[in-house]
């Protein structure tokens, strides 16, 4: 079956029917210019096909092939529309009456073209509209159709063969959302939320090498701790070029180190104490039947929670945990975490202890019980506000249907007035049945457990924190040296008083240093390997001293890294914020702290980690993301 020029059969690319849609424009542009009308040899249809026989490439009425060999209509591609590809650099075919076709080009004539053009249509005939006058009016129909498509931004049919035209360019106006999200700048985020939590290790990782914070000179190391007793910090510049040989890098880095801490044992570890049996297993405790040597224990323990009570009071200490076999304290200066006074944060806690407390007179709050008893309400009146109002018009068209029935509405109110109180021990209305003898009345203590059963359910649980401020803080201080739950009276910690933990030095204090190591490893990206290098602290990391170590790796890594936190369980909901918010005209003093100014800043603020606590930090490009 003969193909004739012009037609596809397959289905194409647009790009592919455009190529050989010049292509053809090209040949039979050649074909029509010279005299005799033959084809040229370039043609890419049959050299015995004439051009009457050209089955026109666009939309239109379908034309008859005469000379076509099997006869009947060629059928039209659905996917080829000239119309839609328009560019003032294509060419074109017009259609003469007799149905043959003539190429012609929309850009400026050679005047030898021009001069086959006359030739050409005078050969035509008279009769016949000569050729360069057909041009114009199809050029006029056409710019009157760009004329008309200018007003559009963004046109599909143009945008869809964009690629091809080489020659034009022209600025193509972008919608939003074609704007790449790279070039929208992120916030840049220079700080990340405190979080009061204690931590157990920290595992931070960067494609830089950590090793300068291995093997500090001896030098260095002398001076990183005097700095820290002396609270004297030198200044790094934002970022490094070479931290291995900085040495105000790593001063500064054994500076950050450094926490105090009483009791001090030597072969026992005491963080954490909360879970901690195995520790002291098989270990020496001769204090465990010596009562002598407990109440000496005791007693410098007494003077050590005092003396830090003085600090903390005397704005000379930010904050210090007081760490049991059973519940740990967190003690807060005034200004920190957002409280216009000393605070005390405990957890967990149980109902016994809440009642002891009670009973020496501490007041203290549910922080997490009341914010969740305020949501609840919220919510029961927002999803009954509807059914009250229908009970209400409900009562008050009983109440006018019984205006006239007195004896029944007093029966009814006799009926109606039981309420919460005979829960109390009221059960008067069994003597009228006469069978008061025959049920047992529940007695006060049933009741009062029935009604505490939300209290005894919160033991041990993260919303059994409390939360104690003001000056009760000082009767709380005094509750725990005398306290003899305080102390295990038994098991593996037996007469081993709480570990105090604090940034500062504090009477009868030891100081101590975290464990920090530095390994590099090969880590797999995709198909490839990376040599990260890590860097793993262990020990009790104190609020402090897990900002300031981040500040350091900020300017040695050059604002990129990432880091894992493991949060000690029960402190973990020490984030809760306190109900007394600092006002504006409270801010206080803070510089006695022996702490960064930044991170003093920081630790100002109160927390918005809730009941949570940080698990992962990441910086790039010194812009911080967590996850809690």
């Given amino acids: 079956m003969s193909q ?3 037609y596809s059969p397959n289905f194409k690319r647009p790009a592919e029917i455009m190529r050989m849609r010049r292509k053809r424009a090209r040949s039979e542009a050649g074909v029509f210019s010279s005299p005799s009308g033959q084809g040229s040899t370039g043609s890419p249809g049959p050299s015995d096909a004439s051009p009457g026989c050209v089955r026109p490439f666009s939309p239109g009425p379908l034309f008859n092939t005469q000379n076509r060999s099997g006869g009947g209509v060629k059928r039209r591609n659905p996917f080829a529309n000239i119309e839609n590809t328009y560019s003032p650099k294509k060419k074109f075919l017009i259609y003469n009456d007799d149905g043959n ?9 050679s005047p030898e073209k021009e001069g086959e053009e006359d030739a050409s249509t005078k050969s035509e005939g008279p009769g ?11 050029e006029k129909q056409e710019r009157q159709s760009i004329s008309n498509k200018k007003c559009l931004t963004f046109s599909e049919d143009d945008s869809l063969f964009e690629e091809e035209e080489e020659d034009v360019k022209s600025p193509l106006l972008k919608s939003p959302q074609a704007i790449a999200p790279a070039s929208i700048a992120p916030p840049v985020c220079t700080e990340y939320p405190a979080d009061w939590s204690l931590k157990t290790r920290l595992l931070f990782t960067s494609p830089l090498s950590l090793s300068w914070s291995e093997h500090p000179k001896a030098q260095e190391q002398a001076l990183g ?3 820290h007793c002396r609270a004297q910090f030198s200044p790094l510049p934002h970022s490094l070029q070479d931290p291995k040989s900085c040495s105000e890098l790593r001063c500064a880095f054994q500076q950050s180190l450094a926490y105090w ?11 954490p104490r909360i879970n901690a049996e ?18 000496s224990l005791m007693s410098e323990w ?17 904050y210090f945990y007081v760490c049991s076999y059973q519940f740990t304290v967190l003690f807060r200066a005034a200004g920190l975490g957002g409280s216009s006074s000393i605070s005390a944060l405990i957890s967990p806690t149980t109902r016994g202890l809440r009642e002891a407390m009670k009973a020496e007179g501490i007041e203290f709050s549910l922080p997490l019980v009341e914010e969740r008893r305020k949501s609840r309400e919220q919510h029961n009146l927002t999803v009954h506000q509807g059914e009250e109002e229908e009970q209400k018009e409900k009562a008050q068209e009983s109440s006018e249907l019984k205006e006239g029935e007195d004896c029944q509405a007093g029966d009814e109110g006799d009926n109606g007035g039981y309420n919460d109180d005979d829960e109390d021990g009221s059960f008067s209305w069994l003597k009228e049945m006469g069978v008061q003898d025959k049920i047992k009345k529940p007695d006060n203590i049933l009741i009062q457990l029935r009604k505490e059963g939300n209290a005894v359910s919160l033991d041990h649980k993260p919303e059994s924190v409390v939360c104690v401020e003001g000056s009760h803080t000082f009767t709380l201080i005094n509750f725990l040296i005398n306290c003899k739950s305080l102390v295990a009276a038994a098991g593996s910690q037996a007469g081993l008083p709480p570990t105090l933990l604090a940034p500062v030095a504090f009477r009868g204090a030891t100081m101590h240093t975290l464990k920090a190591r530095s390994v590099n490893v090969k880590s797999q990206v995709g198909s490839t390997y990376q040599n990260i290098s890590s860097l793993e602290i262990t020990g009790p990391i104190l609020p402090s001293s897990l900002h300031t170590v981040t500040t350091l790796l900020r300017s040695a890594q050059k604002g990129n890294f990432s880091g894992t936190l493991y949060t000690h369980a029960p402190t973990a909901v020490m984030n809760t914020p306190t109900t007394k918010e600092q006002g504006p005209g409270g801010s206080v003093d803070l510089s006695g702290f022996g702490l960064q100014p930044a991170s003093i800043q920081q630790l100002q603020q109160p927390s918005s980690l809730g009941k949570t606590a940080l ?9 911080y993301t967590w996850k809690n």
């Avoid at 270990?283 to 010596?290: G, V």
């Avoid at 698990?615 to 812009?623: D, E, F, L, V």
């Fill in 302 to 318: 007494s003077v050590s929670v005092s003396s830090l009570y003085s600090l903390l009071k005397a704005r000379l200490c930010p």
């Fill in 261 to 271: 801490q009483h009791p001090s044992l030597p072969w026992i570890s005491l963080f």
């Fill in 225 to 227: 701790l005097s700095q």
């Fill in 101 to 109: 076709a003539e190429a012609a080009a929309q850009t400026e004539k």
């Fill in 4 to 6: 004739q020029a012009g």
């Fill in 128 to 138: 016949v509209l000569p050729f360069s006058s057909r041009l114009t009016e199809v």
């Fill in 278 to 295: 195995r520790s002291f297993t098989g270990k020496s405790t001769p204090w465990a039947q010596d009562t002598t040597l407990q109440q």
């Fill in 615 to 623: 698990t992962h930090i990441n910086m790039n490009n010194y812009s």
